[in-house]
């Protein structure tokens, strides 16, 4: 069966919408980590929703399954298959229509997220959703895992981000909720169950983009803080409408980036503990330093602020940007890192990393916390690095064993928190088991009957989140 499907897929598709060139797959069966390796009989690429939904319709009748995959970036193996047929969204890259009244944009899932907000710009409006990757991650990736970014503090997630999507079914059916409506009181909000579903229940082809107006200008601030619960009182400090961004990151991260990198340099004359990384969207320059000057002096003369920055071009701007942009990269000198995505109520960050951190050190004594992320909406990316060693390479497969010992470890303070274990990374296979685990047996329950309904034969991304 699987073969007559194979065939059926190339004489029906395009030639050039399909390829069993092994060196051509390659760079799409491992993820950036190198955590998971995939493999398939045959990748499909598709340049419209219609060859999408021809192949989804043989893989259908064949029993053959599927994993839909974009820019390859995701953290949690959901798009590396394991002999599944690949089919990447990457041809599919149309800007339909770009909309400035009614401020939306409707755009190809092949698309990268550099490309949406390029085109927001054009139109002097603003996409505001923003990843480290966003030159290489496809808008359906990112809706399909429900990206979070830096600007959900005031944006919100992905999810917020969306008027609807096209998608085809596992049948091979299109479902088009394409639509600039603010306003839709017919049902269901069926669009939405495709944003952080993973492409286990349909395939997103493309969809419609909430844009907003470009703000005049944006303060950026780099500031120097002691401890967690500093940031965290920081943060109270600075909240209001303007805040777009609060982003904080540790010593430890902070050197791996200005200390490897060529052109990273700390601006700061003195080390600190803990760097807070802000933007202000405000209507000119000179309103932001007349809103944030004055934060900042008081922030310094209550000893909340050690030290600070204020960004005074866009060269200074894109400088203290890209320490942060970095710091996932960064980690890689620091030898073998075990890796999480969790969000905890914003009120209990600082006892979350109290707790984390001396239970990581009993786990493994002299290990090294690089906990880091958008603390404006309490999502930490809490990863711990190998103790330090004259050999790290030597040693790193050793300390990757704790992985999962770490993890639940983590997980059972984040749960203790009334925390979530994704934040924004998604489930994929890697939090599979343990979202069975430990999640609500009701919700588990109606997870598993939305995909028994809308994928009764288990074609999309069956090994995945459910």
């Known amino acids: 069966m699987t073969s007559l499907g194979i ?20 760079p799409h069966l491992t993820e950036w980590r190198d955590k998971y390796f995939g493999e398939t009989p045959i990748m499909i690429f598709p340049r419209s929703t219609a060859e999408v939904a021809a192949a989804v319709k043989i893989c259908a009748a064949h029993g053959l399954s599927i994993v839909p995959q974009g820019g390859n970036t995701g953290l949690v193996g959901g798009q590396t298959p394991q002999g599944e047929v690949l ?70 997630t992905t999810k917020d981000l969306v008027f609807g999507v096209e998608a085809v079914l596992a049948d091979g059916q299109v479902y088009n909720g394409l639509t600039s409506l603010r306003k839709d009181n017919t049902g269901y909000d069926l669009s939405r169950l495709f944003l952080g579903a993973e492409g286990t229940l349909g395939i997103i082809t493309a969809a419609t983009l909430k844009l907003f107006p470009q703000p005049g200008h944006v303060t950026r601030a780099m500031m120097a803080v002691v401890s967690v619960e500093d940031a965290v009182a920081l943060l109270t400090r600075l909240r209001g409408p303007a805040l777009a961004m609060f982003e904080v990151m540790p010593r430890i991260g902070f050197a791996a980036v200005t200390d490897n990198f060529e052109n990273e340099r700390d601006p700061f004359t003195d080390s600190h503990p803990w760097y807070v990384l802000a933007d202000f969207e405000v209507d000119s320059e000179a309103a932001g330093e007349a809103l ?65 951190d001396a239970t990581t050190q009993r786990l493994v004594p002299g290990c090294r916390p690089v906990g880091f992320g958008h603390f404006g909406d309490g999502n930490i990316h809490y990863n711990i690095a190998q103790p330090m060693s004259d050999d790290l390479a030597a040693n790193k497969a050793a300390f990757l064993e704790n992985w999962d010992d770490m993890s639940e470890a983590i997980f059972d303070i984040v749960d203790s928190l009334g925390g979530s274990i994704s934040a924004e990374h998604g489930i994929g296979i890697m939090k599979r088991e343990t979202l069975a685990k430990r999640a609500d047996p009701v919700k588990m329950a109606l997870l598993r009957r939305v995909k028994a309904a809308l994928d009764p034969n288990g074609v999309m991304n069956p090994r995945v989140m459910v």
């Open 7 to 26: 065939e059926a897929l190339k004489t029906t598709l395009p030639a050039k919408a399909w390829t069993q060139d092994t060196d051509i797959i390659a």
């Open 87 to 156: 089919l990447s969204l990457k041809r599919m890259t149309a800007i339909r229509e770009v909309n400035p009244v009614a401020d939306s944009m409707t755009i190809e899932a092949g698309a990268t997220l550099h490309t949406v907000q390029e085109a927001a710009k054009a139109a002097n409006r603003k996409f505001p959703l923003t990843l480290s990757s966003e030159g290489s991650c496809t808008v359906g990736g990112v809706l399909s895992t429900n990206a979070g970014g830096n600007h959900v503090l005031k944006y919100g």
């Open 292 to 356: 944030v000057m004055p934060l900042l002096e008081q922030a310094m003369s209550d000893h909340l602020v050690r030290d600070a920055v204020l960004a005074q071009s866009d060269t200074q701007y894109r400088a203290l940007g890209s320490i942060r942009e970095h710091m996932s990269a960064g980690q890689k000198f620091l030898g073998g890192s075990i890796k999480q995505d969790i969000t905890v109520p914003i009120d209990r960050i600082a006892d979350f990393f109290k707790r984390a």
